[in-house]
């Protein structure tokens, strides 16, 4: 808020449902005020709200006029996640009195809002000219503290200014925290001069706490000078004022938020108390799981090691039937493309064990006279010309001459359209065909999503794939074309585009024989492109062990999808599982079961194949401090071990903590699992819609770590540390 709250006469009584910061649903009766708008929240409406109790609030809320931008939700969805975080982590506090404090909200209802308790005091725009050189010194230093509690949550606010910090005589009161990133996040343009740091109004590097710290450099100025400066430095006139002293020498007046003092050293400066460096705190529940995690970890090395898996100190061989690569023991190495078993006994010869020359653009080339391993019926299948099909759109198979063609361009564009009959289908089964891609090209990396019925795989799978089109895998040094130009529009209209559209997309359907529901063609910086095939069969197929999990023995990677609903014991998730009728269930997700039974071994007993446990729906656990610490950040631009690393651990142990061991039952059997915190929707479906569009976050981190235990991303810079 930038003024004090006009007195309104309220409208009449309402009823208002909310949910706690602890997400605890609460009914009030309410009385409205007008609406306002407000400076730097474009779209959000303000009000004041009489709750029954006599209670003044402030209700900030998305009006439906306002959803037509995408990104208003998602600035509102982060505004609260960040007052929720500082609510659970301060709000017992006393020094928690320097933030607006969080009533409650609710992402879900028509009209999206967040509910602040009314703050107390003036602006410092209004009352700078009253105060003495002890508040300004007091105001200063609480500025400090609250920098240093942004920063132990990993939040920058961003808006600290004369008119979005409050004075009550006793306490400053930053603003809501609406324009408030994660640390690290990329900087979003926000702000202008003085108050907001070059770096933040520009929109370039990353946020850091110490952009904070340039705004209370400049408030302590305006505050001492009565003038503000013109934010391009160190005013030329710092001097004259003998209490900005300590400021000076720290370095806080510096452009470069690297070269100013971090809140921790100005507060030491100031001679101002660190309260969480004295406080005991609260037990971290999740610590013994993070624990359990590292000795998992460290048993299934152990096991690695002992069953003969690669004798030497960094590198073992994975995988069975398509899966088989070399790659390094830790799940968080980057792979270097290698020959596989596969290659070895079809290719002949052992590779060559000096290091590759840097990578060509390469030459095209014929089709391979070797075989690839057909992943429906797991048999190699021959190159041959004579079993070319299309495909036309009632299904029918349409032999395909290209005998008499002689043109390179035509004869490479039919080739890429067309598909190769396999010759394997025996009697009574289902015939069936590969892309001719599939056939010509690198390495295939089959991947199948598994989970019960309405784990939302299909959902997973299309938000996935939308990250993909939309050129999320660039950034890695990716490239990435359709294994099949018609299946994969096909896919994009009927699955992709749907969900983006804000629809819910139907249940996969029972199959009689496991078919991929698309392909792609991914390349790494020159290299043959390799497909990539995903697989999405209902959870029915899954959960049983028939002839239709057949392909199963061969598929190279796993994404173990989790639904929240059935495994985690959280009473804030009850409401939901009896509105979908989905009990909780110790045991595990049957189909996770049956896979891992089926599925081969290695000599030390572990899955060879990589795989990840993909955490989805995890929107409906958002605010919970593990969940937020990644959900509410995007994914770095480049592979980061460290992160990988911290993010599998952090969500075993929340896992761990609020789940039976038999959801863990991936993690444990494979020899090489990541997990992650992802959501494919953002929001539970009304009806057949998401009434505010499907929001996916994090969609490709399973999809990445895959990648890169597979080989497929390129090698990691040389400065990257090993996890």
Known sequence: MTEAEAPQRPGPQEELEFRTHLEEPIRFSVRYGEDRRLPGRP???????????GWQALQFRLPLSAQGDPRAYGMLEREVSAAVALERRYGAEKFGEVFTRVIGFDLDCAEPFVLYRTPGGTSLAECRDRLGGDEQQHIIAQLALAVRLLSEVELVHRAIAPDTVRWDGTHVRLCEPYAALRTGESREVFGAAPWASPEQRAGRGAADTRDDLWSVARLGYYLLSGHPDRGEGTPEDLGDYRRLAALEQSGLFATEAAARPSPVELMRLLHVPDPLATSVGTADPLSS????????????????????????????????????????????????????????????GDPDPT???????????PPPTRGRMCPHCLVPVEYDERLLVTIDAKGNRIPLDLSGEHRPGHREDALRKAYHLCPHAGKGEEAHELPVPYLTNG????????????????????????????????????????????????????????LQQGRQLGRTGQQTFARFADGLLVSARGTLPRPVVFFDLAGEDLAQDGEVARFLMGVDAFVFVLDPLRALRMPSLDPVREQNGLPRRDLGDEAFTTVLNRIPRQNGGLVGAPATIAVNKSDLVRFEPAVDRWLGRALPRRLDREALRAESRDAYAFLAHHA??????????CARCTLHFVAATGGEAKGDRFPHGAR???????????????GLLPEAEPSEGRA
């Open 443 to 498: 390495e295939p990396l089959s991947i199948a999503l598994v989970g019960s019925s309405s784990v939302g795989k299909t959902h997973l799978l299309a938000a996935m794939l939308g990250e993909v089109e939309l050129g999320g895998l660039e950034p890695y040094g990716l490239k990435c074309l359709p294994l099949n130009p018609e299946a994969h529009r096909t896919y994009l209209r009927e699955r992709v585009q749907s």
């Open 660 to 669: 039976s061991p038999a959801w863990l039952k991936p993690f444990d059997d």
């Open 355 to 365: 290091p590759p020359p840097p990578p060509v653009a390469p030459e095209p080339l």
């Open 696 to 710: 996916s976050r994090r969609v490709l981190a399973p999809l990445l770590s895959i990648f890169a235990m597979c």
């Open 43 to 53: 779209g959000v409406l303000a009000r004041q709200v009489t709750l029954s109790t």
């Open 289 to 348: 799981g993070r624990a359990e995690y590292d000795a998992q970890l460290a048993r299934k090395r152990e096991v690695s090691r002992a069953s003969g898996q690669g004798e030497g100190p960094s590198r073992t061989t994975y995988g069975t039937q398509a899966g088989s690569y070399d790659g390094p023991r830790n799940p968080y190495d980057v792979v270097p493309p290698k020959r596989s078993l596969r290659d070895r006994f079809f290719g002949g």
